[in-house]
């Protein structure tokens, strides 16, 4: 198939609206409940975790499988990897503006990006995904857990990969527009009125900040070691 295909197909694949789906099966819009966003952490808050387990599986399903299933149908002299990479965008610009909902606004696209980045780079994703349990663990704040793993990821796939690669490139664009759909959410974080798992109300404590720092640590050194080791 020609590349924008499969592009096609990625998009369509990352508007598949899940929560939508999974709100209107139990009668709820949640648009209008929580915090309106789309996303697993609003089925959560709205739905209940086992509702937003699913939906979170769902929406890294529909950014993982364009990556790795699509490229390969894909005739074109240009190199598999920028396919599977425009599969991955596609996907999560699918994921924020689902065609199925006209375009309005979908998740914010943490879900699908992890799934996008389980494919290209699984190793530097799980440990990602590590440090933002630990973040999510300790604070309760899910926004906060996105915003330290998308600064996170592309370090780790410079000290992997090298700032040169593709993949490198992809991650520090995600981050950044991570940062732009978590703009409410760090003004909220700012003014210490961010929602909060677990026990509302209770600021981050320095053990929360300790926790962050030793996984921070320890993830980086796992990955210095497998780049520079012999």
Known sequence: MHPVLAFAIAYVAGSLPSAYIAGKARGVDLRKHGSGNLGATNVIRVLGAKIGLVVFAFDVAKGALPVLLLPRYVVSTTPTVWIAI???????????????????????????????????????????????????????????????????????????????????VLSALVAVFVFWTHRANIGRLRRGEEHRFGKPGKAPSRRMAAAIAISLVVVLAVLVAARFGT
Not at 137 to 152: C, E, K, N, P, Q
């Open 86 to 168: 425009g599969c991955g965008i596609a996907a999560i610009l699918g994921h924020t503006r689902p065609v199925f909902l006209l375009f309005r606004r979908g998740g914010k696209g943490v879900a699908t990006a992890a799934g996008v980045f389980l494919a290209l780079a699984p190793v530097q994703t799980l440990l990602t995904l590590i440090v933002f349990a630990v973040v999510l663990l300790t604070s309760g704040y899910v926004s906060l857990g996105s915003l330290i793993s998308a600064s996170l990821l592309p370090v780790l796939i410079a000290v992997t990969l090298g700032v040169r690669s593709p993949v490198f």
